[in-house]
Antibody
Framework: QVQLVQSGAEVKRPGSSVTVSCKTS????????INWVRQAPGQGLEWMGG????????IYAQKFQGRVTITADEFTNTAYMELTSLRSEESVVYFC??????????????????WGQGTTVTVS | QSVLTQPPSVSAASGQRVTISCSGS????????VSWYQQLPGTAPKLLIY???KRPSGIPDRFSGSKSGTSATLGITGLQAGDEADYFC???????????FGTGTEVTVL
């Protein structure tokens, strides 16, 4: 059974960067599609991007292009999301989530069946 | 600003049925599979429906999904107090090259 465990809460200054980790267990990491989704308090879900280690190249939502970097470490079965130039309105919860499947071209298009517990990032 | 539109809230009495709509376009719902997620307060979302109408193991058949054209619908029958949550639709958007979520619907059991 696949499990995703995220790193703990962070407090950051405006303009700084944050890195959130997502350690996986169970399954074959390099065949996973790992997504990063964030949610502001009382708001909806926002997809930031994803990575499929077997393909290597991450894909990012246009909104975050240039500010987000998603990587995957196959030795530790851990995915990472770094977000730079943090703003106060980005005091939100960040989730990692595994897709059920992905397309032949490497897009994480399937539903997300396993989620991390969430990491709260406070920018203040 | 989400490209998938859902009603902000729906409600029904315990034991009754509710449906939640998710409206999109040809670049997302019209040409891709839809999933539905349930999010209880303070928890991570949970996959309820994938590929328009399939339920993951462990999801009761009270939950059902359907899709027609550029819209999708989640149905919940035999509504229970434990179903009070936020529900989101989601799918891939080919034009945006991004996964998109609906605006979310709060379900209240009267």
């Amino acid at each position: 059974q696949v499990q995703l465990v995220q790193s703990g809460a962070e407090v950051k200054r405006p303009g700084s960067s944050v890195t959130v980790s997502c350690k996986t267990s169970g399954g074959i990491f390099r065949s996973f599609a790992i997504n990063w989704v964030r949610q502001a308090p009382g708001q909806g879900l926002e997809w930031m991007g994803g990575i499929i280690p077997i393909f290597g190249t991450p894909i990012y939502a246009q909104k975050f292009q240039g500010r987000v970097t998603i990587t995957a470490d196959e030795f530790t079965n851990t995915a990472y999301m770094e977000l730079t130039s943090l703003r106060s309105e980005e005091s939100v919860v960040y989730f990692c989530a595994k897709s059920l499947y992905y397309s032949g071209s490497g897009t994480p298009s399937g539903g997300m069946d396993v989620w991390g517990q969430g990491t709260t990032v406070t920018v203040s | 600003q989400s490209v998938l539109t859902q009603p902000p809230s729906v409600s029904a009495a315990s034991g009754q049925r509710v449906t939640i709509s998710c409206s999109g376009s040809s670049s997302n719902i019209g040409n891709n599979f839809v999933s539905w997620y349930q999010q209880l307060p303070g928890t991570a979302p949970k996959l309820l429906i994938y590929d328009n109408n399939k339920r993951p193991s462990g999801i009761p058949d009270r939950f059902s999904g359907s899709k027609s054209g550029t819209s999708a619908t989640l149905g919940i029958t035999g509504l229970q107090a434990g179903d009070e949550a936020d529900y989101f639709c989601g799918t891939w958007d080919t034009r945006l090259s991004a996964y998109v979520f609906g605006t979310g619907t709060e379900v209240t059991v009267l």
